[in-house]
């Protein structure tokens, strides 16, 4: 089953191709350019999908000379071709590095040289929120990297710690927007945020922001972080949220008149896809959700409860079953291993169904990376567990220390596909006979 799985994977990477979701779209930038009378267009894309994005976009419009400033995660831009007036970037991610912060520079200033007859298209993908970075006044680069690793390690999610990035950035929550103006801006946006939300996608540098300095301490406040993040993060956000330091713009504010965001690709697309692709094969197919969220541990109790729940209901002779469900859980650091949200999914699932035949579940990340890993996640049935406590492992220690990904490499499991080229969060695929 595990063959079946990875073929129902591979048709929702498909799905949310970002060159050919930014294809479809490329319409309506052309109409942008038209009905406003832009004579110039200018190119800013960050995330892990930003140079198949452009790509995208500059195959679809012959003739076009637009200059750009593409910034991507290490390793996602090898292999791409692109003209030489866009400068192309590679950075750190989950944690913000300087080559980050050299391409945001540049990524301003392009977005403040546009004039009102200027059109900056915007192609946005998941990881955007620590490539495109720019500390605000006060804060350096060290301290944001910090703030990054401390909310990482406590288990925020990515709405929580993008309302604490957005209040520490020159760029995020509407702040590229508001560089840009007047230029007229159109955001094409593979979306990697639960619900889609504007903005929390890369944090939103050209959406309104909805949340506020007072919801960024309330974040530090609820994992205790408040007195662990560098004084000039909390500093920062306090003189914010007594109105010493202008807020983000919001939803009505005439700044974003002239600002469209438009969804492009999502975890829905993708699902939407690997269920089709279920179904061909054979399997019916039940889409659980796209907003599975939480510790990935329970999230691994719960779909190992629908696993049996499922498996006690059938009879012999029927035809297989699939369960589909996407989205993005959290891990809680507590050991000093190594893995990602997908292994540790993997693993604790694996210790839920221990013994159990029929069962076999892939959950892996559509970027083909999970975590500081070389992996997009990781295989698991009932024999897992099993086999690898034949082999000496014990995989409970494993999970403990939040060492999932040495234990799947030493019991075997992993899947590794290297960059995919999108990023649309997380995929599980639940295969029952």
Excluded: W
């Excluded at 140079?51 to 076009?64: D, I, K, N, Q, V």
């Excluded at 007859?117 to 495109?132: E, R, Y």
Aim: proline residues 4%.
């Amino acid at each position: 089953m595990k063959s079946d799985a990875q073929d129902i994977f591979r048709a929702a990477l498909r799905a949310v191709d970002p060159f050919e979701c930014v294809r479809r779209h490329a319409g309506r930038v052309e109409a942008r350019l038209r009905e406003e009378r832009c004579g110039r267009l200018a190119v800013v894309a960050f995330g892990k999908a930003a140079c198949a994005m452009t790509r995208g976009l500059l195959e679809s419009l012959p003739g076009c000379d637009a200059p750009g400033i593409v910034v991507t995660k290490y390793g996602h831009a090898s292999g791409t071709v692109l003209p030489e007036r866009i400068a192309v970037f590679e950075a750190g991610h989950p944690v913000p590095d300087e080559n980050g912060v050299s391409a945001t520079v540049r990524a301003v200033d392009l977005a403040r040289s546009a004039g009102a007859d200027t059109l900056v298209t915007c192609l946005v993908s998941g990881g955007g929120s620590a490539l495109l970075a720019a500390p605000c006044e006060g804060v350096t680069l060290g301290e944001k990297q910090e703030m990054t690793r401390l909310l990482l390690d406590a288990g925020a999610d990515i709405v929580e710690l993008n309302t604490v990035r957005k209040h520490v950035s020159r760029v995020k929550g509407g702040r590229l927007a508001e560089d840009a103006a007047p230029a007229g801006v159109m955001s094409l946006i593979l979306s990697d945020v639960i619900g889609d939300r504007l903005d929390s996608i890369a944090s939103g540098p050209t959406a309104p922001d909805e949340t506020t300095y007072g919801e960024a301490l309330r974040v530090l406040e609820r994992y205790r972080l408040a007195g662990r993040v560098p004084g000039s993060v909390l500093r920062t956000l306090e003189r914010g949220a007594l109105g010493e330091i202008p807020e983000t713009p919001k939803p009505g504010s005439p700044l974003f008149e002239r600002v469209e965001n438009v969804i492009v690709g999502s975890n829905r697309l993708a699902l939407e896809a690997a269920q089709e692709k279920a179904r061909e094969m054979g399997y019916e197919v039940v889409v659980l959700t796209s907003e599975l969220r939480g510790e990935a541990r329970d999230a691994a109790r719960l779909l190992a409860g629908k696993a049996r729940e499922a498996r006690s209901g059938r009879t012999g002779g029927g035809r297989p079953l699939c369960l589909i469900s996407g989205g993005e859980t959290t891990v809680t650091v507590r050991g000093n291993g190594t893995g990602g949200r997908n292994t540790e999914l993997a693993l604790a699932f694996a210790l839920e169904i221990e013994g159990l035949d029929g069962i076999t579940l892939l959950s892996a990340g559509t970027d083909g990376t999970d975590g500081p890993t070389d992996a997009a996640g990781a295989f698991a049935d009932g024999n897992t567990a099993v086999e690898a406590r034949r082999a000496g492992l014990d995989p409970e220690a494993f999970l403990g220390n939040n060492d999932s990904y040495h234990f799947f490499k030493k019991a075997g499991g992993l899947l590794v596909t290297g960059p995919t080229g999108t990023n649309v969060m997380d995929i599980q695929i639940l295969l029952l006979r």
